[in-house]
């Protein structure tokens, strides 16, 4: 949707656009706060009419949560239909629609809301004929990070193809991914991931329909065989029980349409980027001295605005402004409205933060705090990660054994002893939550002197740790585990691509130019030798996890280049997953685990977890359904048996790792994200389990650097072994914290995404338009979706912005198939023919549209004979763009 949408002049001001919001709900000409028109109808002169519900009590609520009366769920907003909201329905069935502005009372995305169920005729049919843009799926990236694996943000300066300044492999290692997913690019730059799933009526497999470009024949993604099936549970929100999104917004500011009206001397009008948030009135006084009579000067300046009040009576907030960014589409501009917008607080650290770091430097170990600890420092420990990370909070070790088993130690770097419980330092620890990555910069969750000094496991460095320490066959059979706090002394460290040179040259000496100093005390050739060690120990214990039942999800990860003086992207290729990755990510879960049932052993009632839940049931079934359609059998009865068809269920010709790569992105939607929780809150253990890892316990303990959460385990790991007291807390404070950092970590994964679509869209912006094969994900009756197999993002093709003669959408047994006639260039020509199914190979040019970067994808007209790029041939991705499954 275009700011030109939100044009005033053509509706009553302050009246909500249509699309579920009928009259008899919404009184259009009713009198507001500030005051929406005055309306024409003498007898409401006066009065004041009430838009909204007055929310329900505390105790109403109360009673009708426990009672089954009412359901609490988080909302979310449909970003391309911002008339349209869900919350997840607590059974795992299709989830509860809220439909229009009314109904949602004032809420917005990401809100905890509770709702009341509408009376079952007023639940919305979900229609075989329904309408095509009815398969917008209202959901930004939902995946969790432990379904991807290794996330590995973290800015690299390796050359790449034209010898580019900086390569940014977006900022941040998540050595420990836990999910089962690697590589998580699950971005569109509008901040919708889609998919549309087109599955008829049964008993209607030779559904067609002949459609013009002028024309409408619609079709749900979601339609079941019986009627029951076609209804979706309406509701309307009744409470808000915590205001999680931000109420901070960035925007434009306009001049109200009528000129004449009190409203007019008062306010401007503050139109959102994101039109989930209401358009805002805010104070004249607020605004430029220029603005009214200058209006156009800031017609393309970014303003962030915050909401103070919304009112039962008026359809639009009241907010006030919060400051000028500057130029819309500028990085750092549009930056800083990002991480406003989500609430990341990006400030200086306070001089009472600073305070309670170490004054005096350089800092030394205390030699009371040397005599409490295992001293590892004559031992070959190194760290591996993305080649200019700063805060490494990490390292390994690996120590053969005379008896043919090995000593593997994991060493995290010890921050909770620079983070005294209760302090400033730890407050803001705590509230940060976590440290937030964008692709050109990270906003730390602690200083930078702890992050990138005191902490940081860097080499020849004396450094505080806490390992975890094994005793292993080659096989990775664990025969001895210890915990304790230690002190280590990193011998160098290697980037990524060091390690993997190091796995692809088992036998070559490698010359000690191409590798970073080592300290004198160990030769290049002992950590050759751990890496080798620990490489083949990773492979078996990976192959283990997955015969044991883990599932992953890989999907595709831009990195980026940079310009080094302008900050622009120059170009950005998909992330490699190198086997080093898989190295450091296999024994970072390892760790993970054996300290979750550590501190679970020792506190029932206070250990921090993290719990990932199955997927969706209903979505799931939906899935499974349209994939049978397809001819695809795919088993979800575990999440091991739905890694095993993912991995299984394609060829191994060129494309198979793309198609793959679709029905992945497919098969993400229904999974839920992975929780941080407290063991006392739960009762059943049961949930305790973590779907993806197929473990039943996990938590997280190896990033304190950038992750609050590790540094409460590393709490709960020290009183577990005696070395201070045990936590005062009880688990409902516990829980709260979990809670909050389940937030933060959302929220950072929002701005994360929104800052490489940033990129991506300046990109295609400076450089495009930007040509790329694509394969089809889902069919729609005049329009499809594709993944660009270039760029890893997703897009929807219009049938309507295609050069057509007419569309043709059939069904070809259960698959639906769209037949596209191209109008011919050369009026001699036949048109040429053109047939779009699901796993087709689409040859689409990325542009940039005029709103400040937005870009769409359209299809590349095919020649003459046909569209070429539908028979075989070799793929222009390179062959480890779309690296497989080890």
């Known amino acids: 949707m275009s700011h030109s949408e939100h044009r005033l002049s053509s509706r009553p001001l302050g009246a909500p656009k249509g699309g579920g919001v009928s009259s008899a709900v919404c009184p259009l000409g009713a009198g507001a706060s500030p005051g929406n028109k005055k309306s024409k109808n003498k007898s409401m002169r006066g009065k004041k009419k009430s838009i909204f519900e007055t929310y329900m009590s505390k105790e109403d609520v109360s009673e009708g949560l426990k009672r089954g009366m009412l359901i609490q769920g988080v909302l979310r907003i449909n970003p391309k239909k911002f008339h349209e909201a869900f919350i997840p329905s607590p059974d795992g069935d299709r989830d509860i629609f809220i439909d229009g502005v009314v109904a949602r009372n004032r809420a917005l995305n990401g809100d905890l809301v509770v709702v009341k169920l509408l009376p079952e005729e007023q639940w919305k049919v979900i229609k075989p004929e329904s309408n095509d843009k009815e398969a917008e799926a209202a959901y930004e990236s939902e995946l969790p990070e432990e379904l991807c694996g290794h996330h590995l943000l973290q800015q690299s300066l390796k050359g790449y193809n034209d010898s580019p300044d900086v390569i940014v492999e977006a900022q941040y290692d998540d050595s420990d991914s836990e999910d089962g997913h690697g590589n998580t690019y699950n971005v569109l730059v509008d901040g919708v991931k889609k998919l549309s799933v087109c599955v008829h009526d049964k008993g209607k497999d030779d559904a067609s329909a002949q459609v013009t470009k002028d024309e409408s024949c619609p079709m749900s993604p979601d339609t079941r065989a019986t009627s029951e099936k076609s209804l979706?549970?309406?509701?309307?929100?009744?409470?808000?029980?915590?205001?999680?999104?931000?109420?901070?917004?960035?925007?434009?500011?306009?001049?109200?349409?009528?000129?004449?009206?009190?409203?007019?001397?008062?306010?401007?009008?503050?139109?959102?980027?994101?039109?989930?948030?209401?358009?805002?009135?805010?104070?004249?006084?607020?605004?430029?001295?220029?603005?009214?009579?200058?209006?156009?000067?800031?017609?393309?300046?970014?303003?962030?605005?915050?909401?103070?009040?919304?009112?039962?009576?008026?359809?639009?907030?009241?907010?006030?402004?919060?400051?000028?960014?500057?130029?819309?589409?500028?990085?750092?501009?549009?930056?800083?409205?990002?991480?406003?917008?989500?609430?990341?607080?990006?400030?200086?650290?306070?001089?009472?933060?600073?305070?309670?770091?170490?004054?005096?430097?350089?800092?030394?170990?205390?030699?009371?705090?040397?005599?409490?600890?295992?001293?590892?420092?004559?031992?070959?420990?190194?760290?591996?990660?993305?080649?200019?990370?700063?805060?490494?909070?990490?390292?390994?070790?690996?120590?053969?054994?005379?008896?043919?088993?090995?000593?593997?130690?994991?060493?995290?770097?010890?921050?909770?002893?620079?983070?005294?419980?209760?302090?400033?330092?730890?407050?803001?620890?705590?509230?940060?939550?976590?440290?937030?990555?964008?692709?050109?910069?990270?906003?730390?969750?602690?200083?930078?002197?702890?992050?990138?000094?005191?902490?940081?496991?860097?080499?020849?460095?004396?450094?505080?740790?806490?390992?975890?320490?094994?005793?292993?066959?080659?096989?990775?059979?664990?025969l001895d585990e210890w915990f304790g706090q230690t002190i280590i002394c990193s011998c160098t460290k290697l980037s990524y691509e060091h390690a993997q040179s190091m796995i692809e040259q088992p036998t070559k000496k490698i010359p000690k130019q191409e590798l970073p100093p080592i300290s004198p005390e160990h030769s290049i050739e002992e950590v050759h030798q751990a890496i080798l060690n620990l490489h083949r120990i990773a492979k078996r214990l990976r192959q283990?996890?997955?015969?044991?039942?883990?599932?992953?999800?890989?999907?595709?990860?831009?990195?980026?280049?940079?310009?080094?003086?302008?900050?622009?992207?120059?170009?950005?290729?998909?992330?490699?997953?190198?086997?080093?990755?898989?190295?450091?990510?296999?024994?970072?879960?390892?760790?993970?685990?054996?300290?979750?049932?550590?501190?679970?052993?020792?506190?029932?009632?206070?250990?921090?977890?993290?719990?990932?839940?199955?997927?969706?049931?209903?979505?799931?079934?939906?899935?499974?359904?349209?994939?049978?359609?397809?001819?695809?059998?795919?088993?979800?009865?575990?999440?091991?048996?739905?890694?095993?068809?993912?991995?299984?269920?394609?060829?191994?010709?060129?494309?198979?790792?793309?198609?793959?790569?679709?029905?992945?992105?497919?098969?993400?939607?229904?999974?839920?994200?992975?929780?941080?929780?407290?063991?006392?809150?739960?009762?059943?253990?049961a949930q305790f389990r973590h779907y993806a890892l197929n473990v039943p316990l996990y938590t997280h303990f190896t990033s304190p650097i950038r992750r609050f959460a590790d540094i409460v385990v590393h709490r709960l790991l020290a009183a577990a072994l005696g070395h201070r007291e045990q936590l005062d807390v009880e688990p409902n404070a516990l829980q709260k914290q979990a809670d909050h950092c389940n937030d933060r970590r959302m929220a950072s994964k929002r701005v994360q995404e929104l800052s490489t679509g940033l990129f991506f869209g300046i990109l295609v912006k400076e450089s495009g338009p930007l040509e790329s094969e694509a394969m089809v994900m889902g069919v729609l009756n005049q329009a499809f979706d594709v993944l660009v197999l270039r760029y890893g993002v997703q897009k929807r093709i219009y049938c309507s912005a295609l050069a057509l003669r007419s569309y043709h959408f059939q069904k070809v047994g259960r698959k639906p198939e769209l037949t596209l006639v191209w109008e011919p260039e050369d009026p001699m020509q036949e048109p040429a023919q053109q047939v779009v199914t699901i796993f087709s190979l689409v040859e689409v040019v990325l542009q940039a549209e005029d709103v400040a970067l937005k870009y769409r994808a359209v299809l590349k007209r095919p020649g003459p004979k046909g569209c070429p790029c539908l028979e075989a041939k070799e793929p222009d991705l390179e062959p480890e763009d779309l690296e497989p499954e080890a």
């Open 544 to 685: 283990q996890r997955f015969a044991d039942g883990a599932l992953r999800l890989d999907q595709l990860k831009l990195a980026f280049t940079l310009d080094h003086e302008t900050g622009l992207p120059q170009g950005c290729h998909i992330y490699k997953y190198l086997d080093s990755n898989k190295l450091v990510e296999e024994f970072m879960l390892l760790a993970n685990m054996a300290v979750a049932h550590k501190i679970h052993r020792a506190f029932p009632e206070q250990a921090l977890l993290r719990r990932h839940p199955p997927p969706q049931t209903k979505m799931l079934g939906d899935l499974v359904e349209f994939c049978e359609q397809m001819g695809l059998a795919v088993d979800v009865s575990s999440a091991g048996a739905l890694n095993k068809s993912l991995t299984t269920i394609f060829g191994d010709d060129k494309y198979s790792l793309a198609r793959k790569e679709v029905l992945t992105s497919m098969f993400s939607r229904p999974m839920q994200m992975a929780l941080y929780f407290c063991s006392g809150v739960l009762q059943d253990q």
């Open 232 to 478: 979706q549970r309406t509701a309307k929100v009744v409470s808000i029980l915590e205001k999680k999104h931000s109420r901070a917004a960035t925007g434009i500011l306009k001049l109200l349409a009528e000129k004449n009206s009190d409203l007019f001397r008062k306010y401007a009008l503050f139109s959102p980027s994101d039109h989930r948030v209401p358009r805002i009135y805010v104070p004249l006084k607020d605004c430029p001295q220029d603005f009214v009579t200058r209006p156009k000067d800031y017609a393309s300046t970014l303003f962030i605005c915050r909401i103070v009040d919304w009112k039962e009576d008026s359809n639009f907030a009241l907010g006030k402004l919060a400051k000028s960014l500057g130029e819309a589409g500028e990085i750092e501009p549009e930056t800083e409205g990002i991480l406003t917008e989500y609430g990341v607080d990006f400030s200086d650290f306070s001089s009472e933060v600073l305070d309670c770091l170490p004054q005096s430097l350089p800092w030394t170990i205390p030699p009371e705090e040397v005599s409490k600890r295992r001293d590892l420092r004559k031992d070959c420990v190194f760290t591996i990660d993305p080649s200019t990370a700063r805060d490494l909070d990490d390292a390994l070790s690996c120590r053969p054994l005379a008896d043919g088993t090995f000593q593997v130690g994991v060493h995290i770097a010890d921050v909770s002893y620079f983070v005294p419980e209760g302090s400033q330092l730890d407050n803001v620890a705590a509230q940060r939550a976590t440290s937030v990555y964008l692709v050109q910069k990270v906003v730390p969750m602690l200083p930078r002197l702890l992050c990138e000094e005191l902490c940081s496991l860097n080499p020849m460095t004396d450094k505080l740790t806490f390992s975890v320490i094994w005793t292993l066959t080659a096989e990775g059979k664990i």
